[in-house]
């Protein structure tokens, strides 16, 4: 069910790589196994507490995916481990992480809202420039459309497993 | 003897650049004046004359390379862009003149120091040329370059050579201009050794270089997300495309979500045992708790799970999920075995209007995300409220 677009995707021309670009990073197949694995011991863990814990579950094993070499994952996890509260600390981190080479971070002439919004939906962003915020995004999305693939997948093996065992009971019974 | 033909070549072709052809005109002056001392020089007149025609194939190239290029960028960008063209030469004369031209090393480190490209790296660079060019000399690759094809490129290459013998003072007036050709850094009054990365008509203050590495940065990052995002190749501008990435993100988001229901609501049912048989093709082995005949195992389970808490939890994200996505996979068929289970859920169709709404602001904290319309507006509007 999980397409494989492996094909497709590595006939895509990457960038002078000094990094896995997104794109194929993201849409390997074996990185949709291990987030496919990933999400069952985390499905397995939630112990059916509702549709926020099973996003929330998700979340973390696409961040955990991420190997935390994006800054949204490492903003994920650590959201998640510490408190609300603690959300203080979680920006000294981001303050301590980015200083590597980060500018100014600049309103952009063009597009400065957008820029705003993008630095909202993508999760650790906030003071980012316009450059990283870029990049992550482009990182993000990737790891999203995996995310959203691979639980499309799951969810009709499921319904699709449900209602096979409806039939059998409605057999059985 | 040389003379300085093409700066003729210049004045001819100069319909263009008729701002500079007084400037040609004196610095015409100005390089026979240069070459005539150094023809005295016995040793150094056939390297002075050599130099000079390696100066002026040396122009031809970056005019060349320059009018082909329009602004070229980064250092690496510009290394590599300039790479495709058979001969990348900095800009920069053979050392075999500086006998001719006396206090030559200060001249060409003060042009290197402003040199155009003035980013970080230059004076390194241009340094690290400097080594480089006793290795130079009138190398053969410079001799095709003369006889450049266009005039047009004649005419640059004119304006290059002379603008080789522009003051100092006059790097002002060059870095001013927005013209067509080269800017180049001069040195002093004797003819420079200089060190040019090539820019066109740009302006070279450190801030504007600056400013441009990092528009340059910004938008190849904004090309690698329009290739990602589908649907924005095709549109130009970057407040569509942003707008298009940010749909596309608060889309998949909301996919997330409701895949996410939709797994919270089959889960309690499934055991995952029998899910291995289903995803052992995708996910490989997964641990399997019942064994293979995991799908018997359910209807056992089934009388555990029929807690009215089970079934007001099930049902619940499952009418939310029918209400607001009709396009999502297979609503219909999940409504119909829940029906088929005889729980009371005539009781709980009130409740899915209560916990939707109690849904979405407690998820609202984890990522902003819920309220969003498809409307960018109103997204936008709450994001400026938030």
């Given amino acids: 069910m ?12 990457e960038e002078a790589g000094r990094k896995a670009q997104p794109p194929t990073k993201w849409r390997a197949t074996a990185q949709q196994r291990v987030y496919g694995r990933r999400l069952l011991d985390a499905l397995r863990a939630t112990a059916g507490g509702g549709a926020r814990a099973v996003k929330a579950a998700a979340d973390s094993a696409l961040a955990l995916t991420a190997r935390g070499q994006s800054r949204w994952s490492r903003a994920i996890l650590l959201g998640r481990r510490r408190n609300r509260n603690r959300r203080n600390l979680l920006q000294i981190k981001d303050k301590i992480r980015s200083d590597r080479g980060r500018t100014r971070p600049a309103s952009a002439p063009r597009g400065t809202d957008r820029l705003r ?12 420039s316009a450059a990283s915020v870029l990049e992550e995004a482009a990182d993000y999305v990737a790891a999203l459309e995996m995310q959203v693939k691979a639980m499309r997948a799951l969810a009709d093996a499921f319904s699709g497993a449900a209602r096979a065992a409806a039939t059998e009971a409605q057999r059985g019974a | ?8 070549v210049g004045i001819d072709n100069s319909g263009e650049y008729s701002p500079e052809i007084a400037e040609t005109l004196r610095f015409e002056e100005e390089i026979q004046s240069l070459i005539h001392p150094s023809s005295f020089d016995g040793s150094a007149a056939p390297t002075g004359g050599g130099s000079f025609t390696a100066l002026l194939g040396l122009p031809a190239n970056q005019a060349v390379e320059l009018l082909h290029d329009s602004g070229a960028r980064e250092p690496l960008a510009s290394r590599i862009r300039v790479g495709e063209h058979p001969v990348h030469r900095p800009f920069h004369l053979p050392l075999d003149c500086s006998s001719a031209f006396p206090s030559n090393a200060t001249l060409v480190d003060r042009a290197a120091r402003f040199s155009v490209f003035a980013a970080e790296g230059s004076p390194a660079s241009s340094s690290g040329r400097l080594k480089a060019e006793p ?14 094809p266009a005039k047009r490129k004649d005419t640059g290459r004119s304006k290059c050579d002379v603008r080789l013998s522009l003051s100092f003072k006059s790097q002002a007036k060059v870095t001013a201009k927005k013209s067509k050709n080269a800017e180049e850094n001069t040195d002093g009054d004797k003819l420079p050794y200089v060190h040019v990365r090539a820019r066109r008509g740009q302006a070279t203050d450190n801030h504007s270089l600056a400013e441009r590495a990092r528009r340059e940065k910004i938008n190849a990052r904004m090309k690698l997300l329009q290739e990602l995002v589908p649907g924005c190749s095709k549109i130009t501008g970057t407040a569509l495309v942003l707008d298009e990435i ?11 979500e409701f895949l996410s229901m939709r797994l919270a609501a089959v889960n309690p049912r499934i055991d995952f045992s029998s899910l291995d048989s289903y995803l052992s093709a995708e ?13 018997v195992v359910d209807p056992s389970l089934w009388p555990t799970d029929a807690t009215a808490e089970a079934t007001r939890r099930l049902l619940v994200p499952q009418f939310w999920h029918i209400d607001l996505v009709p396009p999502q996979l297979q609503p219909q068929q999940s409504l119909t075995t829940w029906e088929r289970d005889g729980a009371a859920h005539s009781q709980l169709l009130p409740n899915p209007t209560t916990s939707l709404f109690l849904y979405d602001p407690a998820n609202s904290g984890d990522t902003n995300v819920p309220h969003r319309t498809a409307k960018l507006k109103t997204a936008e509007d709450r994001a400026l409220n938030l």
């Avoid at chain 1, 999980?2 to 021309?13: E, Q």
């Avoid at chain 2, 290795?135 to 450049?148: A, V, Y």
């Fill in chain 1, 2 to 13: 999980i397409a494989s677009s492996s094909s497709a995707c590595r006939s895509k021309t």
């Fill in chain 1, 117 to 128: 919004v993008l630095r909202r939906l993508v999760p650790g962003c906030r003071k980012l």
């Fill in chain 2, 1 to 8: 003897m040389e003379p300085p033909r093409s700066s003729g």
């Fill in chain 2, 135 to 148: 290795q130079d000399s009138d190398s053969p690759p410079l001799d095709p370059i003369p006889t450049g």
């Fill in chain 2, 246 to 256: 940010i749909n596309h993100v608060q889309t998949l988001q909301r996919q997330v």
């Fill in chain 2, 283 to 295: 996910c490989g082995p997964v641990t399997v708790r019942n064994g293979p005949g995991g799908v």
